[in-house]
């Protein structure tokens, strides 16, 4: 992941669990000490905060540091691997499907 991305997924990250904390920016900027702006820099992925600050988002929001890198709606890497090979059938299967159906159709 380039370094833009990863500012805009940190910065996505904090907004949610500051939301799902019930804060606003600047109930959060006090907390850590920051202010409301640089809370807003984050969320909007103009900048990060640095490892220190980083660690006191997760003590707050009572997650690990990686939750707060890392992309929510990626995979788990310890995924139940029966759904997983169930999803992928079940997209292997339509996609033969649709390509019997063009065959039928061009025949």
Known sequence: MDSEKLKIQIGA???AYRKRAGLTQ???AEKLNY???AVSKWERGESIPDVITLLQLAEQ???TVNDLLSDPNAL???SDPGKL?????QVSEKALKRK???NVILA
Do not use: Y
């Open 35 to 37: 202010s409301d702006k």
């Open 61 to 63: 929001f009572e997650v």
């Open 13 to 15: 990250n904090i907004s």
């Open 85 to 89: 090979e169930k999803a992928m059938a």
């Open 100 to 102: 019997a159906n063009k």
């Open 76 to 78: 788990p890497e310890d």
């Open 26 to 28: 600047v109930g959060l």
